[in-house]
């Protein structure tokens, strides 16, 4: 009788996540290890285009993201209060985009990943791998494994231990990301994802309006690195409301969240060693221009699998897996630092096959027909 080949995957993000469902729905174990000492997702909101859903419903996590997403019926872009681009979405012959908290998507994946059995590990931090295929933890722990993944995060351990040669490049702006209730702004034009810029020329600021559910609010709050009163933790409201005062009602309501991130890009020279596979930011991390940081994770997380069952060995997968996977997220990562450097999007977001290429993308392993 034949033993499952085993997984040991280093972070229990989207990355990890999805690489331990898609593995052990084609019949491997998977353990999971979390340097956390609970399984959660930062308090954030999270866009999903059509290829990410495409992901989900594969790795059995559709329906329940359904229940609790939201679908807008626009994307609108307005630049010192003028609109400039307006796109219908999540109707008959447009763009899929549902927005939710992170926490929300983070569930339904890991639900799904609960009724697989999939092994989950807290407090358990990964610091190397060897590219025989062994996964070295904190506590001193050697743990072998037909496969190893690195899906921990930007500063991943796992990648650093193997020597790939990387390059990092960081932007001018950042975000803040707060959740906030949505107050008085419902219905309308508010049900809507709206891109607000301020470009005056003291200060440019964005903040990328989201409704994440019927009395839930994302805002993404872009302002310059060296930009203090902007970047400033907890959110100044006077500031942001001095800009965009139709938001002045959800600004007051922040309070002490939220957390400000670099807008950073992160390339490798390979995205594996021996049997060492590293996924997700660990790997691509892009600035988040084209909300496809998470679509791109994922949708990797399941080629791998998929490539791992079409070959013979885990190292012929992992050639197969980035040959065939790596080309758009280069496009897409490429395109997103493009954005970011530019600060195009404040002329509106264009919908194009160089901006939208992932979105309209059919992934690996996954139904053109979502299921019923």
């Known amino acids: ?218 805002m993404a709050m872009m302002a310059e690195l060296n930009d203090k009163e902007g970047t400033a933790i907890p959110v100044n409201p006077e500031i942001w409301a001095e800009a965009f005062p139709e938001l002045r009602p959800v600004l007051e309501a922040i309070g002490n969240g939220g957390r400000y991130d670099i807008y950073e890009k992160t390339m490798l020279e390979k995205w594996s060693s021996g049997k060492v596979a590293i996924v997700g930011d660990s790997a691509h991390a892009m600035p988040p221009t084209l909300a496809q940081g998470a679509g791109c994770a994922i949708t990797n997380a399941l080629g791998l699998a998929v490539a791992i069952e079409e070959s013979a060995t885990v190292e012929e997968a992992l050639e197969l897996w980035e040959s065939r996977e790596r080309p758009l997220t280069d496009h897409t990562q490429n395109r997103a630092s493009q954005l970011a450097a530019s600060r195009d999007l404040s002329a509106g977001m264009d919908w194009d096959d160089i901006g939208l290429k992932a979105a309209r993308h059919i992934p690996t392993g996954s139904n053109p027909v979502f299921s019923q």
């Open 1 to 218: 009788m034949s033993t499952k080949k085993h997984a040991e995957i280093a972070g229990a993000g989207f990355a990890g996540l999805a690489t331990a469902i898609a593995l052990t729905q084609r019949g491997w174990t998977a353990r999971v290890h979390e340097s956390s000492a609970e399984l959660r997702a930062f308090g954030a909101g999270i866009f999903i285009w059509d290829n990410g859903l495409h992901v989900l419903d594969a790795l059995d996590a559709y329906k329940d993201v359904l229940d609790g997403a939201f679908a807008a019926p626009a994307y609108e872009s307005r630049t010192n209060g003028v609109r400039t681009a307006n796109q219908e979405i999540n109707s008959e012959g447009n763009y899929r985009l549902l927005t939710m908290t992170r926490q929300h998507l983070y569930q339904a994946m890991l639900s799904s990943a609960q009724r697989l059995g999939v092994e989950f590990v807290t407090s358990s931090e990964a610091i190397g791998a060897s590219p025989e295929g062994e996964l070295w933890l904190a506590d001193g722990s050697k743990l072998k494994a037909d496969l190893v993944v690195g899906a921990d995060g930007v500063r991943s351990k796992v990648r650093d231990s193997l020597d790939i040669p990387m390059k990092r490049e960081r932007y001018l702006d950042g975000l803040t990301r707060v959740i906030t209730p949505r107050l008085s702004l419902k219905g309308g034009e508010w049900d809507s994802v709206i891109d607000f810029w301020s470009t005056k020329p003291e200060r440019t600021l964005r903040i990328l309006y989201t409704p994440c559910g019927e009395d839930t609010l994302y």
